[in-house]
């Protein structure tokens, strides 16, 4: 769909930065985007390769996505921006777009197909949202999400006139305001500060070989003292979301956000919402009428008032746990497996192949499972569905960059706790290594005590803010066997961040030992239980040998 914008790009929202373009910029980017001075904006009127092109390097970028297409995109003649501009230039307005926006109304409207929301998407950015916000964007499965990375980028820079990090609307004019800001500086000039001693430290301890070309060696010292310094970032720290999504994963997601406590949700799904509507106003009619999406707003609302006044009546305190702890299986899991591999082969019903199943030799069934998973290449040749027959449920408490890696992965079911001091948190050995204890000590003992205060006066949910990353939360994951392949062979290689290593490694044992589903777990051959003490060099290499044969 064409996008023409017939009005000036709205005002940027109080809080946010605007950036600063030129005329002719701001002239380009109004083709290309739907608008040029707020945070949340459309892409538009390019070939779908550009579009996710720009959002994939949110993962490794400072930089806005509109300033990486005026830097990276539209001057380059392979992009073939400037053709599409200039045939945009001379083109009248879209054809049919009338009578498609009537048509899709009427089958959605009268038949109440919501199958036909699924067939329209568009590309959002999403820009300077809170690192509790950028959890609420990316909870639903049914849409496409790049985030911009804390291993890849130093956080050490202002962005206008303030470090990157959100000041909730709660906090605006009370007694906590400027303390809450200053705390933050205080953090941010720390992070700025540790990353001057961090880098030459790793330098130092791996300098480069003369086979590493600069930039690979350089990325890997930088991602390591990223690895180790991200625990100071505040979950206020700001990122940047490219989502790709349809009308029906938009509608779901803004109604959940018109539900959340918290303002910055609120305020975000608004703003989302005018710049949809520019792109896709046909599927997003219902999200804000008063008897179907707003209704269904104030039913979320509910849900989760009642069950915080229910939890809150409980009265016991937690229990030690394991950071991973397997709480729930099928001891039959191997089994059941075993018989949903012969399902498609076979014309008997579901029942009857599984107790014909069980009257086999354990050797059978084992062959049976080795059948299914076949000879595996790589990570990337996954069994079937047969995988998807047994699951496992694992509590887990880990700091909350970790949890930020998990939470990524869409198939399997998550939830969270509210993010507090409350479980403490972790220190990373290079720490101690470059004399930093103290002040590493000092950021998390004052952000605890500033938590407090937030949450004695504007509860819980705001309080959250304040909390750096070291800190721990608790949350469970359940996933069947077939996504357990994907995560923990994904997550335990070698260039992974050693934190979520560590927790696919214990998942994935546990799978083995505490389940006893020791087939499916020797079937996860690809997970990596080695150490490393320069994880991305090898990766770094590999792409390096890649760019060079690409020339």
């Given amino acids: 769909m064409s996008f023409s914008p017939s009005t000036p790009s709205e005002p940027a929202p109080p809080g946010y930065h605007v950036e600063t373009f030129t005329e002719d910029e701001r002239a380009l980017l109004s083709r290309f985007f739907t608008n040029v001075d707020g945070p949340v904006f459309g892409i538009v009127n ?27 995109f539209a001057g380059n003649p392979d992009a073939g921006v400037g053709a599409i501009a200039r045939q945009l230039a001379a083109s009248g307005p879209v054809v049919g777009l009338q009578q498609a926006r009537g048509l899709y109304d009427r089958v959605f409207n009268q038949f109440g197909d919501d199958s036909v929301a699924q067939l329209g998407g568009a590309h959002l950015a999403c820009e300077q949202a809170s690192n509790i916000l950028t959890k ?55 992070y700025a500060s540790l990353i001057g001693r961090a880098v030459p430290f ?59 406590p918290l303002s910055e949700v609120r305020a975000y799904s608004d703003l989302m919402l005018t710049e949809l509507r520019k792109m896709i106003p046909s ?78 030799p354990v050797e059978e069934r084992v062959a049976l499972i080795h059948a299914a998973v076949g000879s595996r290449r790589n990570r990337r040749h996954k069994p079937g569905r047969a995988m998807e027959r047994t699951s496992y449920r694992f509590d887990i408490l880990s700091d909350y960059g970790i949890f ?52 004695a006066e504007h509860g819980g949910a705001v309080s959250q803010y304040a909390i750096p990353f070291a800190y721990r939360v608790r949350y469970y994951i359940q996933m069947n066997a077939r996504e357990a392949f994907h995560l923990l062979e994904l997550r335990s290689q070698p260039s992974g961040h050693p934190g979520y290593r560590r927790v696919a490694q214990q998942m994935h044992d546990q799978i083995r030992t505490v389940a006893g589903h020791t087939v499916i777990a020797d079937a996860m051959r690809f997970v990596d239980h080695d150490d490393y003490a320069l994880a991305r060099l090898g990766e770094e290499r590999r792409l390096a040998a890649r760019r060079a044969r690409q020339q």
């Fill in 46 to 72: 390019l070939p779908e390769v550009v579009k996710g092109a720009l959002f994939a390097r949110y993962s490794r970028s400072s930089r806005s996505v509109r300033r990486l297409f005026l830097d990276e």
């Fill in 136 to 190: 609420v964007l990316e909870w639903g499965r049914l849409a496409s999400y790049l985030e911009q990375s804390t291993r890849y980028i130093f956080y050490d820079k202002k962005l206008g006139n303030r470090y990157r990090y959100h000041v909730p609307p709660e906090l605006e004019g009370s007694p906590l305001d400027a303390e809450y800001r200053t705390t933050m500086d205080f953090v941010f000039e720390t």
């Fill in 202 to 260: 790793y330098e130092g301890l791996y300098p480069k070989q003369d086979s590493d070309a600069p930039g690979v060696w350089r990325s890997t010292i930088r991602a390591k003292a990223c690895d180790d310094l991200r625990g100071l970032l505040p979950a206020a720290t700001t990122s940047n979301v490219g989502i790709f999504g349809s009308g029906q994963a938009y509608e779901m997601l803004l109604m959940r956000m018109r539900a959340h």
């Fill in 283 to 360: 599927f997003l009619t219902r999200v804000d009428l008063p008897d179907r999406g707003k209704a269904w707003s104030d039913y979320l609302a509910s849900v989760a008032s009642d069950l915080e006044e229910k939890a809150s009546g409980i009265g016991q305190e937690p229990g030690e746990r394991p950071e991973v702890m397997l709480v729930d299986w099928d001891p039959e899991g191997e089994t059941k497996v075993a018989a949903a591999a012969l399902y498609a082969a076979s014309d008997l019903p579901d029942d009857q192949l599984l107790n014909y199943v069980r009257s086999l």
């Fill in 404 to 455: 930020r890696d998990l939470q990524r992965h869409r198939m399997l079911t998550i939830e969270w706790q509210r993010l507090s001091p409350e479980h403490g948190y972790i220190t990373p050995p290079a720490i101690d290594d470059i004399g930093a204890a103290a002040i590493w000590a000092e950021v998390m003992e004052r952000t605890a005590s500033l938590a407090e205060r937030i949450a």
